[in-house]
């Protein structure tokens, strides 16, 4: 094939970048819109030009002219239109948390199998050039065996709400922390985890019944560990829009530090502006580039989450398009944080 038409299920925060990403890829030639509000689905509908808009994601899915899905609704409504795509055979990519059972995430994995088809999971991190060049470092062997391993990824307490009250069956590590599990266990590929330990505490979220932060100990079985942890805790305010990340990886031969804290383009405008995730708030400073999926410029969209959408596109052409983390690969980091919550309910160690 040298083109395909792209079905975008919801027309929130992520699906609208999802749909612009696609309507900017040449080979796309044929975009259909799905959202259960209509009000959303006209507005995104018009701004991308889209062929098709549904308030049905069967229709939409089910079109003769759609090739390739995009699943961009809340995590709590991944797998009914997930399942879908693989029954029928289309590549699927699913944001990030994959879904919220690890049942329904076998059901989709079977179901692509079944129909030969390929189930991608949205960590779209995985595409700004740092990750991506850590990951060429350790394929390459510049690290020698990576045995040790920390992760950290703070976001603010403004991102932490818009979760909370979106998804009641979410939390710190399956919706935040995910980012670091997927990375480490891409980075430490073919290694095994054996064993999670977690910590946790609720001071702020406890209204929500959720934890504020979480540190969780992943122990694989050569010996190797990494230490991941996540917060929710950074005040409203605070200059990255979204996100802070560090990585250190610790080789037998060499070591490898990603500081992504965004403090190389410091922004203080003149008048407070909002957040772009969370536009009910405002910053007096702002860290540019720190929206995590990208940001519009001069009227298009650039950044880690159009790279995937072009990755994904180019491989369900044939034409290209790396690093894109497979469905497998993301029912893993699932079933990591899923226990990583266990241990901190246990107050123990979970074999896994």
């Given at each position: 094939?040298?083109?395909?038409?792209v079905?975008?299920i919801?027309?929130g925060?992520?699906?609208?970048?999802?749909?612009?990403s696609?309507?900017?890829?040449?080979?796309v030639d044929?975009?259909?819109?799905?959202?259960?509000?209509p009000?959303?689905?006209?507005t995104?509908?018009?701004?991308?030009g889209a062929?098709?808009a549904?308030?049905?994601?069967?229709?939409?899915?089910?079109?003769?002219?759609v090739?390739?899905?995009v699943?961009?609704?809340?995590?709590?409504y991944?797998?009914?239109?997930?399942?879908?795509?693989?029954?029928?055979?289309?590549p699927?990519?699913?944001?990030?948390?994959?879904?919220?059972d690890?049942?329904?995430?076998?059901d989709?994995?079977?179901?692509?199998?079944?129909?030969?088809?390929?189930?991608?999971?949205?960590y779209?991190?995985?595409?700004?050039r740092?990750?991506?060049?850590?990951?060429?470092?350790?394929?390459?062997?510049?690290?020698?065996?990576?045995?040790?391993?920390?992760?950290?990824?703070y976001?603010?307490?403004?991102?932490?709400?818009?979760?909370?009250?979106?998804?009641?069956?979410?939390?710190?590590?399956?919706?935040?922390?995910?980012?670091?599990?997927?990375?480490?266990?891409?980075?430490?590929?073919?290694?095994?985890?054996?064993?999670?330990?977690?910590?946790?505490?609720?001071?702020?979220?406890?209204?929500?019944?959720r934890?504020?932060?979480?540190w969780?100990?992943v122990t694989?079985?050569?010996?190797?560990?990494?230490?991941l942890?996540t917060?929710?805790?950074?005040p409203?305010?605070?200059?990255?829009?979204?996100a802070?990340?560090?990585?250190?990886?610790?080789?037998?031969?060499?070591?490898?530090?990603?500081?992504?804290?965004?403090?190389?383009?410091?922004?203080?405008?003149?008048?407070?502006?909002?957040?772009?995730?969370t536009?009910?708030?405002?910053?007096d400073?702002?860290?540019?580039?720190s929206?995590?999926?990208?940001?519009f410029?001069?009227?298009?969209?650039?950044?880690?989450?159009?790279?995937?959408?072009?990755?994904?596109?180019r491989?369900?052409?044939?034409?290209?398009?790396?690093?894109?983390a497979?469905?497998a690969?993301?029912?893993?980091?699932?079933?990591l944080?899923?226990a990583?919550?266990?241990s901190?309910k246990?107050g123990?160690?979970v074999?896994?």
């Open positions: 094939m040298e083109s395909t038409g079905a975008v919801g027309a925060g992520i699906g609208t970048l999802r749909a612009h696609c309507a900017q890829i040449p080979q044929y975009l259909a819109i799905c959202d259960k509000v009000e959303k689905l006209d995104l509908s018009e701004s991308v062929d098709m549904t308030t049905k994601f069967e229709e939409a899915i089910t079109s003769d002219r090739g390739a899905v699943i961009s609704t809340d995590e709590e991944h797998h009914a239109p997930a399942a879908l795509a693989a029954e029928l055979g289309k699927v990519l699913i944001e990030k948390p994959f879904v919220l690890l049942d329904e995430a076998d989709i994995l079977a179901k692509a199998e079944k129909s030969g088809t390929e189930v991608f999971v949205g779209t991190q995985r595409f700004r740092r990750y991506l060049l850590a990951k060429q470092s350790a394929m390459a062997g510049q690290l020698g065996d990576i045995v040790m391993a920390m992760g950290k990824i976001v603010t307490r403004a991102v932490g709400e818009a979760v909370a009250r979106r998804s009641p069956n979410t939390t710190p590590s399956i919706n935040t922390l995910t980012y670091m599990v997927d990375l480490i266990l891409w980075y430490m590929e073919g290694k095994k985890p054996v064993e999670v330990y977690a910590r946790a505490g609720s001071f702020v979220f406890k209204e929500y019944n934890d504020d932060f979480q969780m100990i694989f079985e050569d010996g190797s560990v990494a230490t942890g917060s929710w805790l950074q409203h305010h605070w200059p990255a829009y979204t802070t990340m560090e990585i250190d990886l610790q080789g037998t031969t060499g070591s490898l530090n990603i500081d992504d804290a965004h403090r190389d383009v410091v922004l203080a405008p003149g008048e407070a502006i909002p957040c772009p995730y536009p009910e708030h405002e910053v400073v702002a860290f540019l580039g929206a995590m999926p990208g940001d410029a001069l009227g298009e969209f650039f950044g880690p989450m159009k790279e995937e959408s072009d990755a994904f596109i491989h369900v052409l044939g034409i290209g398009g790396v690093g894109l497979t469905g690969h993301a029912r893993r980091v699932l079933e944080t899923m990583s919550d266990r901190v246990e123990k160690p074999k896994l």
